[in-house]
Nanobody, 127 residues
Framework: QVQLVESGGGLLQAGGSLRLSCAAS????????MGWFRQSLGKEREFVAVISWNGGSTYYADSVKGRFTISRDNAKHTVDLQMNSLKPEDTAVYYCAADRTTAQRMGVLTPSDFDYWGQGTQVTVSS
């Protein structure tokens, strides 16, 4: 069983930076593709970024490309999302997710591509 716990959310002004972290537990989590999604009020959960098991491949949503960076440390079982130049439209609950298959899918993924989810962390960006 895999458990994911996000941290690092908060309230900040537009243009600022924030780093989210996801702590993963589970014996084989280091082999999983990991992703970040977000969900704002009244909207569906949307893809943000994904990283392959060894960090060698990443993919971002167009809306965050060039501003967000996903990374992982398999020794520490963590996956981070560095968010720079934040905008009010980035306001959402951010979720960490793990894909237990070995497909190592990249691209704009959907929530159904992932098997495990964290509880989410709120990010609020004021204008």
């Amino acid at each position: 069983q895999v458990q994911l716990v996000e941290s690092g959310g908060g309230l900040l002004q537009a243009g600022g930076s924030l780093r989210l972290s996801c702590a993963a537990s589970g014996r084989t989590v280091g082999l999983y593709t990991m992703g970040w999604f977000r969900q704002s009020l009244g909207k569906e959960r949307e893809f943000v970024a994904v990283i392959s098991w060894n960090g060698g491949s990443t993919y971002y949503a167009d809306s965050v490309k060039g501003r967000f960076t996903i990374s992982r440390d398999n020794a520490k079982h963590t996956v981070d999302l560095q968010m720079n130049s934040l905008k009010p439209e980035d306001t959402a609950v951010y979720y960490c997710a793990a894909d237990r298959t070995t497909a190592q899918r990249m691209g704009v993924l959907t929530p159904s591509d992932f098997d495990y989810w964290g509880q989410g962390t709120q990010v609020t960006v004021s204008s």
